[in-house]
Each structure stands twice: as structure tokens, then as C-alpha cells.
């Protein structure tokens, strides 16, 4: 009878039909009193969402104190009826780092792994076979409850982060996936909410006891699962860090497990080229993605980003219409909704539906972000700041907001400060080229051009090491232009302007810069014809049109001086000549004055001519003299 009943149940909870499963295990209870069958009806009643009537039954059998299993139940219960302190004193507020075993760096399987009961029947010697279940049975419990201990640290973490005690939270989530590897909601909430800098997040990884992974009765399978649950974990890790690890990661799951169409590999990998700045190579896969499942909602984050890079505003209205017709519970929608009144302009439509999400989800890391770039926008730089902060506190690990933070103290010309935040931004990630870019940007403004340059030809080398697009980073190179011209070092900054103009860079400041350092080169025929390339862009560039006006003076002016100086020639030239007219006056009279006369007006070749045959004649005059 207990046999049937259990299949009863197991086949109700398969077809969602709870209020059957809740009969018959309720039957069964009652038939049998064990805690299993209790720990089971409890979790069915959770299933339906009574929380509270689920809480309360484990609390009447006295479940709590019994079980690790019941205790993390009726902690979960708690945490979803937002009594966060209540579900503390049920679950404990430390954490049993006893449980905690670390992998080395070399990960190998040790050739008897930890709670593997098949391996243990394998080896034994002289145990007989009641024992050797027993010892079987003790093990598989062992496990178990190792598991419900990790899974307890996550749901402390959750409530610590409830209450705003991140560091308390990360914590916690740090231990659950130390104690059990495969906690991989502990992991999501380290990643997904940015609590770890992109090198702890890879020390994390360094340090999990991947062997202790297994399936039973397999030592080999167990090693394959191992590596497996590796790569899983390692394509959700930061891509700023280490892309070769990932990209290693990536080709071994989509091509040996044939999970190239997987949507969870596919967004890790766009979210690779989002990073790379390859916006329409990102954007391709997630259409693909999401042409198979419309509302995968963690897709959206980065398909909208992606939209809003490539100015694609139609799309954005259509998919936050559709957003908003079918799913206006979930914070995606608004965020959608909030990145298209963003991309045209309508900054206080943005700011409310980014604040709309940001109160659906407080951890929703690109709502904060929005909402903040809505006050950057509009140059509220004291009200970005404080949205910025809130950003950096909630998402800890993540160096964009305190990038940000930079970049509104540089708006303000506090140069101290935003030399501070963007340090800070540093430490957490060094790989990316926007903020080495930035760095660059205040030491040029704090009269460090050395540095700058330095800066900026960091921010240049890793995005080629990332083999990002090269023309998402002409700012760089054109800011790496002008810290060579103010260097003096022109020739290194005109290779530079020529390589952004090549790259498709056309912007009338780079022509005025080029124009500006041709002249300063005394070339000022060249930057004219550069200035007026700047002012067919932009007619009304005032630089421009100042520039140019004094490169015509420059031109003009060494004009004059060239006619001067053959006009100086010319009279230098008129008063040889009658200098040469007064001699051979002298010494042949009138007459051989006429003939100097008409030899200075012949051509070149014919002066030639005309010089021989006078000698001549010179002879034969003196002859007859």
C-alpha cells in the first residue's frame, strides 16, 4: 500500500495536480509517520504557493530540528513570506565552513572520491552485504545533507541580501557553492549580480572541489561530469577577464556536446561580443534565440543594449509593446520600455520606466544603470552621481558604475575625484579599454600627457587583444593623437589622425586637429585643404572656420614674401646689368655697350651664342686698333 501510494503521489506532482498529491500524501502520513513522506506534503504544499500552511505543518511535526532538509523548507517559506529575520534564527547565521573542501590547481580525480557508495562497494573486503548497505545508505544521507547545508548558506545569503548586507550575502554564496559545486544558485547570484571583480570571480573558480562531482559507479564518468560542470561554470564568468579560457570552454560544449544552440552558451557568447563592442554580430545571435523562445527574459538585457548601440528604434518600440501587452509583471518589460524612450530622447519617459523596473527587481543591475544615465543625460551630474553610487553599492563587483562615477566627477572638473573612482574601477577590472580610456582622458586634462599617452595605448592594445572592433575605439586613438600633439610630437600625432580617418573616423574636430598641426609644421597649404574637409562636414564649425581663416593669412603672407623676394631679385638682377653696361662702356665705348646691351636681352641658349661671337669681334677690333 505504501509502495502504491508513493507512485500515487510522484505521478499527481508529475502532472502538476496538487491538490491530488496533497490527498493522497496526506494518507500516506498518516499510514506510515515517517519524515520523508512529511518532508514530501510539506514541499507540495510550498509547489502551491501556501507558504504559510506549509510552514506550519513542518513546525507541527517537529520537522525543523530533525532534518536539514525540513529546516531548509521552512527557511525557504519564511524568505517567501519576507519574514528575512524570522527565516535567520530558523536557518542559523553561520555557516558551516567545516563542509568547505577546495580543489587544487590541477583538478585531478582522486581515485576514490568523496560520498561515492559504488566505489566503496568496490573496495570493500570483508563487510557483509547488510553492512555494507547500511554504510551505503549512510553515505547517500551524508551527501544529502551536505547538500540541504549548502543550500541553507544560499538561503541565508538571500536574506542577507534582503537586507541590504552584501558583503554578508556574498559571502554566503561563496560558501554554498564551496560546500556543493553543484549549488548552482548560490553561483547564478554571484554572477548574475555582479558580487565578485572579474579576478575573483576566476579565483572562485580556481578554488571550487569540482571532484567532488560524481556518478555512481563511474570514476571516469565522474571526471567527464566534472570537467563538464567546469566549462558550464566557466562560460558564465566575466569575459573581460580571460577570453581564451572561455573561448576554450565555448568550442568544447557546442561542438563535442553539441550545444552550439543552447540559449544559455549563446547568450555567454554574445555577451562576449557585446564586451568586444561587435554590437551586430551580438545582436545576431540573440534574434536567433530569441526566434526560438520569444520571452527568454534574460536575453533581453543585452538584445536591448545591442538595439540601442545600433540605433535600431523600431525594433525597440515593437518589442517593448509587445513586452508590454504580454508580460507587464516582469522587469524586463519596462526596462525595454525605458531604452526606447532613451534612444529618442524622451529622458524623464526613460527615467520613470527605469525607476518602474529598478522597484520590481531592486537588484536589476541595467535598470540602475539606466535610470542613472537618464540624469548623466540631461547634465543632472549631482543626481547621476547618487544613481551611480547606488549602483556601485548594489553591484560590487561590476567597475562600470564606478567608471561612471569618473566620468560625472570629470564633468564636474573634479579631477581628484574621478582620478580616484576610475582607480577604484581599476582594481576591479583592468582589461577594459573604456576605462583606460577614460584614465587617459583625466591625466591629459590634469597636464600628465605622458601618462595619458600611456593610457591611452593600453586601452588600444587590450581592445586588440580582446579583438574588439576596431572602430568602436577611434576616441582612443584620437585622443592619443592630441596628447602627441601637445607633446609636440606632431608627426606621431598625424600618423594617428590618418589612422582614425582611414578607420572611417570622419569628424570635422579631427580634421581641425590635423589642420592645426599642419600648420604648426609650417604647412600651410596642406591644412587648408584639410580645413575645408572639416567645414564640408559641419559648415558651422567655428574652429574650423577660425582655423582656416588664419591658415589663409599664413599662405597669403608667404606669397607676399615669395613676390618680394623676386622682386629684391629682379632689382638685384637690373643693377648688374647696368653695372656690366658701365664697364663695357669703359673699355669699348658706345658701341660695345650697345652690343652688352643686346646680349642681355637675348634668351639663355642664344646669350651663349652671342657671348662667343662677341669675343670674336672684340679680337679683331683690337687687331685693327
Known sequence: ?????????????????????????????????????????????????????????????????????????????LIKQSRFDEALSVLGERNPTHLITTGGPS??????????????????????????????????????????????????GICYAKQNAFDRAKECYKDAV???????????????????????????????????????GDVAASQEAADFTRMLYTTRLSKYRNPDAFESAYDSLSTHYRLATNPDLQLARADLLYTQCRYQDALTITNEILEHDKYHFSIYPVHLACLYELKMKNMLFLI?????????????????????????????????????????????????????????AEGEHDQAISAYSTAARLFM?????????????????????????????HGLCK????LLNEMGIVKYHQDRPKEAIQCFTQALRMADEIDSEPSAWLAARTNLGHAYRRLRHFHRALAEFDEVLRLGGKDAAVFCAKGLILMELDRPEEAVGVLHEALAINAQDSIATELLNRALEETALVDGLAEEEAEDLAEFEQQLEARKIDAARRVNGERGANRMLDKGKGRVGRRARVSLLDEGSMMDMTDED
Open 1 to 77: 500500500m505504501e509502495k502504491f501510494l508513493r507512485e500515487w503521489r510522484q505521478d499527481a506532482l508529475n502532472k502538476a495536480q496538487y491538490d491530488s498529491a496533497i490527498f493522497i500524501g496526506d494518507k500516506l502520513l498518516a499510514l506510515t509517520n515517517d519524515d520523508n513522506d512529511a518532508f514530501w506534503l510539506a514541499q507540495v504544499h510550498f509547489a502551491t504557493g501556501n507558504y504559510t500552511r506549509a510552514h506550519a505543518f513542518l513546525v507541527k511535526q517537529d520537522l525543523i530540528t530533525r532534518s536539514p532538509a525540513c529546516r531548509y523548507l521552512a527557511g525557504h517559506c
Open 107 to 156: 583538478h585531478k580525480r582522486k581515485t576514490q572520491p568523496r560520498h561515492a557508495p559504488a566505489i566503496r562497494v568496490g573496495t570493500r573486503r570483508n563487510n557483509t552485504g547488510d553492512e555494507d548497505a547500511a554504510a551505503s545508505a549512510a553515505a547517500t544521507e551524508e551527501a544529502a545533507n551536505r547538500r540541504f547545508e549548502a543550500a541553507m548558506c544560499f538561503l541565508r
Open 178 to 216: 564551496r560546500i556543493d559545486v553543484q549549488c548552482f544558485e548560490a553561483f547564478q547570484q554571484l554572477m548574475k549580480n555582479s558580487l565578485l571583480s572579474p579576478d575573483e570571480e576566476w579565483q572562485l573558480l580556481e578554488g571550487l572541489d569540482f571532484d567532488s562531482v560524481h556518478v555512481q
Open 320 to 376: 517593448a509593446h509587445d513586452l508590454a501587452d504580454t508580460h507587464p509583471e516582469e522587469p524586463c518589460t519596462w526596462l525595454a520600455v525605458g531604452v526606447y524612450y532613451f534612444a529618442i530622447q524622451k529622458i524623464p519617459e526613460a527615467r520613470r520606466y527605469f525607476s518602474k523596473a529598478s522597484m520590481m527587481d531592486a537588484h536589476f543591475g541595467p535598470a540602475w544603470i539606466g535610470f542613472a544615465h537618464t540624469f548623466a
Open 397 to 425: 563587483g561590476t567597475h562600470l558604475p564606478q567608471v561612471f562615477l569618473g566620468m560625472q566627477n570629470h564633468a564636474l572638473n573634479n579631477m581628484t575625484l574621478a582620478e580616484e573612482f576610475l582607480k577604484t574601477a
Open 431 to 434: 582589461t577594459d579599454p573604456l
